[in-house]
């Protein structure tokens, strides 16, 4: 059997998943540069990074677009696939929330960009699962919190740019429909009859981004982390993060798939969930965890990213399904 040629027809949306790992672990070393005073540059150098990837992801996704307008169609209407796409306005948002301090004007452009965006996409994700017969609790995976994850990014950057009213709007919208997936995600992924796809195992670790993201966003917005609501979603970030930790020898072993990046921004989220907290306690035990989910994740994300652009560069990951 001939091997399938790589494609740009193939060229895949969840691609911009690695923008946001990079680019919330630019976020994750800003703030470590404040905690502990490691240099600035580090930060703004993840940050540089993240916007290349974002520049050369979009511009073949843009040729995709052009090229094979079908293609990028179904992206948009596969029962599973769709999901992702949201990752292409989170991806603006993070980058609009790191380049905040740097280049304030553009970043309010990208911004709003980003929220208005990210809320469309949200309403057709989510009215999709309503209205069509074939998405069924079959096609539900982890998944499913992307479109809604990315409704908590938007605050992140408020009140240096953006609108506070939007924010708390997308902020509101996000843990609403996180408290609603939780338990129908929770079924699928240990008692459901049909488990979810070998290849998607690794979304599992999205569970972590939405606890981690409102509690970050929520410091954005109220102006403390060093609270009860603050406390709980730590609680649940750091408790979640151990779960997946646990897990790591057995995901490990499975076999390469581009959904591999679902490690990188849920983590990058906890290691800036962390950090946040103890620059508010000061406590040596915030900061001991705060250290050791910033470890983790540079070395994961690092990991995961290079082994995504060696399969690229070998042409692994334009083969379709």
């Given at each position: 059997?001939?091997?399938?040629?790589?494609s740009l027809r193939f060229f895949p949306v969840p691609l911009f998943a690695s923008v946001m790992g990079v680019g919330?672990?630019?976020?994750?070393?800003?703030?470590?540069?404040?905690?502990?005073?490691?240099?600035?540059?580090?930060?703004?150098?993840?940050?540089?990074?993240?916007?290349?990837?974002?520049?050369?992801?979009?511009?073949?996704?843009?040729?995709?677009?052009?090229?094979?307008?079908?293609?990028?169609?179904?992206?948009?209407?596969?029962?599973?696939?769709?999901?992702?796409?949201?990752?292409?306005?989170?991806?603006?948002l993070i980058l609009a929330s790191g380049l905040a301090p740097l280049a304030p004007g553009f970043a309010n452009v990208?911004?709003?960009?980003?929220?208005?965006?990210?809320?469309?996409?949200?309403?057709?994700?989510?009215?999709?699962?309503?209205?069509?017969?074939?998405?069924?609790?079959?096609?539900?995976?982890?998944?499913?919190?992307?479109?809604?994850?990315?409704?908590?990014?938007?605050?992140?950057?408020?009140?240096?740019?953006?609108?506070?009213?939007?924010?708390?709007?997308?902020?509101?919208?996000?843990?609403?429909?996180?408290?609603?997936?939780?338990?129908?995600?929770?079924?699928?992924?240990?008692?459901?009859?049909?488990?979810?796809?070998a290849k998607l195992t690794p979304t599992v670790a999205i569970f972590i981004a939405p606890p981690s993201i409102i509690?970050?966003?929520?410091?954005?917005?109220?102006?403390?982390?060093?609270?009860?609501?603050?406390?709980?979603?730590?609680?649940?970030?750091?408790?979640?993060?151990?779960?997946?930790?646990?897990?790591?020898?057995?995901?490990?072993?499975?076999?390469?798939?581009?959904?591999?990046?679902?490690?990188?921004?849920?983590?990058?989220?906890?290691?800036?969930?962390?950090?946040?907290?103890?620059?508010?306690?000061?406590?040596?035990?915030?900061?001991?965890?705060?250290?050791?989910?910033?470890?983790?994740?540079?070395?994961?994300?690092?990991?995961?990213?290079?082994?995504?652009?060696?399969?690229?560069?070998?042409?692994?990951?334009?083969?379709?399904?």
């Amino acid at each position: 059997m001939n091997e399938i040629s790589p494609s740009l027809r193939f060229f895949p949306v969840p691609l911009f998943a690695s923008v946001m790992g990079v680019g919330g672990l630019a976020l994750a070393l800003r703030r470590a540069a404040a905690l502990w005073g490691l240099p600035i540059w580090l930060s703004h150098t993840v940050l540089s990074i993240a916007i290349f990837l974002f520049l050369i992801i979009t511009a073949g996704y843009i040729a995709k677009l052009i090229r094979y307008p079908g293609a990028a169609r179904a992206d948009l209407t596969h029962p599973i696939k769709m999901a992702f796409v949201p990752t292409i306005t989170i991806s603006i948002l993070i980058l609009a929330s790191g380049l905040a301090p740097l280049a304030p004007g553009f970043a309010n452009v990208l911004w709003w960009i980003g929220a208005l965006g990210h809320l469309a996409l949200t309403a057709y994700v989510v009215s999709s699962w309503y209205i069509r017969p074939d998405i069924t609790r079959d096609t539900i995976t982890p998944a499913w919190l992307i479109p809604i994850v990315g409704n908590v990014v938007t605050p992140l950057a408020v009140p240096r740019i953006g609108n506070l009213e939007l924010a708390w709007l997308s902020f509101g919208v996000g843990a609403t429909f996180w408290l609603a997936l939780w338990p129908m995600l929770l079924n699928r992924t240990l008692v459901h009859d049909n488990p979810i796809p070998a290849k998607l195992t690794p979304t599992v670790a999205i569970f972590i981004a939405p606890p981690s993201i409102i509690g970050v966003s929520w410091q954005s917005l109220t102006g403390s982390l060093n609270n009860p609501v603050g406390y709980i979603l730590y609680g649940i970030g750091v408790f979640l993060g151990i779960l997946l930790l646990l897990q790591g020898p057995r995901l490990y072993r499975r076999p390469f798939a581009l959904p591999i990046l679902a490690y990188t921004f849920p983590l990058a989220a906890l290691a800036t969930l962390t950090i946040s907290m103890a620059t508010e306690t000061g406590s040596v035990f915030h900061q001991t965890v705060a250290l050791l989910t910033l470890t983790l994740s540079v070395i994961v994300i690092c990991g995961v990213v290079g082994r995504v652009t060696y399969a690229a560069w070998r042409k692994k990951i334009f083969l379709g399904d």
